[in-house]
């Protein structure tokens, strides 16, 4: 009888910590969908006044800017919370420290060498005032760079409030300073655009200052209740690098699509900065909305994942994969069916200041791409368990096939078809789905053949290598 009770008591505490640890999940994964939404509906309602102040044409010409933007953040620091994350959660100390130094340096070199690519840029897009804009944008590289250590730093330790804290902040003064800047010298088109882009780099900055109030106050406490050991530089690249290398390969398909389109819309239409201003800057903000939500997923699941891995569970890291994933997708698909039924309500809100005949194509645009709901989001979390599972160089691979088979796709169908700016969503969904569709297949059917997971230096052992050790029956190591 008293064995009887044991065991139901064993088991019950073992059904309580699963579901305690579903709950922490799901608080962590809400937190920081909640911040990535709010800062998504910020950046919506933002183009309410920046379509009304700069036109189609101005939103074009700002669009026009972020591909090289965004190539520059990626490799200064798009890869570094998730490999933060990851190395934080799976005992890592001080690896933020030697981040900061190494990704400071990388933004400030990014910074410096979009300011010195924005004469260049500018003649190969055949816009001018590009030039001016990417210099008021590039010392913002160096801001997002010590942003995104701290968010990483943070969402290793499980902790995802100063993700969604900085997110929304830095996107509650770009509207601010963007709108105000806008309508100050709305009577020059050029200069309002270049200095909304300059209210980007106002943002980042105020943003970047409370991540680090944030960071200092956090380690006073770290360091009262833990004794650190050192992360190696190695250890740092090891998970940044192929994050980097992967998120990489989005912007630059964006750049050389911008590029692409823009040439070939205008051998068919005079307004083709417009209409891509239409497809970027306007249809693609609308489908980034339930997009964001799914980020929250991918982030907060990294620490989940991670240390199942390093502890040698594979079967149940892949099993949690699964399980995101199918997550995702509960969110993705009642998204993007919203998405093509309420088109025409979201242009007539958001967009009211078009004319019929771009309000038209708009919906449209929204209505084709809404898929992208779905497949996009399917992508982000798929990559962000390759990486926690120690397989990030397969997401890497997949990412710049379907990136190099967007520009591909997006060339053809506007070159040799009648469908115009069209021809780019329907490239753009054409990758995404293929990009969903190798990732998930990698995480169920190839997990079972990737490289052990690296050894890292650590504080002391996680609860899942605890909990395995106790299984497995395995002795303590000595001053562990």
Not at 70 to 86: E, F, M, Q
Not at 171 to 200: E, I, R, S
Request: contains cysteine; proline residues 4%; positive net charge.
């Amino acid at each position: 009888m008293g064995t009887k009770l044991h065991l139901r008591g064993t088991m019950s505490a073992k059904i309580l910590k699963v579901f305690s640890g579903e709950r922490a999940y799901l608080k962590a994964a809400a937190v920081i969908a909640a911040g990535g939404l709010i800062s998504k509906l910020l950046g919506a309602l933002y183009r309410i006044p920046l379509t009304n102040i700069l036109g189609s044409e101005g939103m074009g010409i700002y669009q026009m800017v972020y591909p090289l933007y965004c190539i520059l953040l990626t490799v200064s620091s798009s890869g570094i919370p998730a490999g933060i994350a990851r190395l934080v959660s799976s005992g890592g100390a001080g690896a933020e420290r030697r981040a900061l130094r190494l990704y400071g340096f990388v933004g400030a070199a990014g910074g410096a060498a979009m300011f010195l690519l924005s004469g260049p840029l500018a003649s190969l897009q055949g816009e001018p005032c590009l030039a001016l804009c990417c210099k008021l944008l590039s010392p913002a590289v160096f801001f997002v760079s010590v942003i995104s250590v701290v968010r990483g730093y943070f969402q290793g330790r499980h902790d995802m409030f100063p993700t969604a804290f900085t997110e929304v902040c830095e996107q509650l003064l770009k509207v601010l300073a963007g709108v105000a800047f806008a309508l100050y010298f709305k009577d020059d088109m050029y200069l309002a655009t270049a200095f909304t882009l300059l209210a980007v780099t106002v943002s980042e900055a105020f943003s970047a200052l409370f991540a680090v109030i944030l960071y200092r106050g956090e380690r006073k406490l770290f360091r009262l209740l833990y004794r650190e050991r050192g992360v190696r530089l190695g250890d740092i690249l090891k998970f940044t690098v192929p994050v980097t290398v992967t998120a990489v390969a989005m912007p630059v398909s964006q750049l050389a699509e911008s590029i692409v389109a823009v040439h070939l819309l205008r051998a068919l239409s005079e307004g083709a900065t417009s209409l891509y201003g239409l497809f970027s800057g306007c249809a693609m903000t609308v489908i980034n909305l339930p997009v964001s939500v799914a980020y929250g997923l991918a982030a907060a699941g990294i620490p989940k994942i991670s240390p199942l891995a390093a502890a040698g569970r594979e079967e149940e890291a892949r099993a949690a994969a699964v399980k995101m994933a199918v997550m995702t997708l509960a969110v993705g698909i009642p998204s993007a069916v919203g998405l093509y039924v309420f088109a025409p309500l979201a242009v007539n809100i958001i967009f009211r200041s078009l004319g019929a005949a771009q309000g038209a194509l708009l919906i449209k645009l929204i209505r084709v791409m809404s898929v992208n709901a779905a497949t996009l989001s399917l992508v982000q979390t798929a990559s962000a368990c390759l990486t926690a599972l120690g397989a990030p160089l397969r997401a890497t691979a997949v990412q710049w096939t379907t990136c190099i088979l967007r520009v591909l796709l997006t060339a053809l169908f506007i070159k040799y078809t009648s469908l115009s700016v069209l021809g780019a969503a329907i490239a753009a969904n054409i990758a995404y789905f293929v990009a969903a569709a190798l990732n998930v297949w990698y995480i169920i059917q190839n997990g079972k053949r990737r490289p052990r997971m690296p050894r890292l230096p650590r504080r002391g052992k996680t609860d899942s290598e605890n909990d395995y050790e106790n299984n497995t029956h395995r002795p303590r190591r000595a001053g562990r």
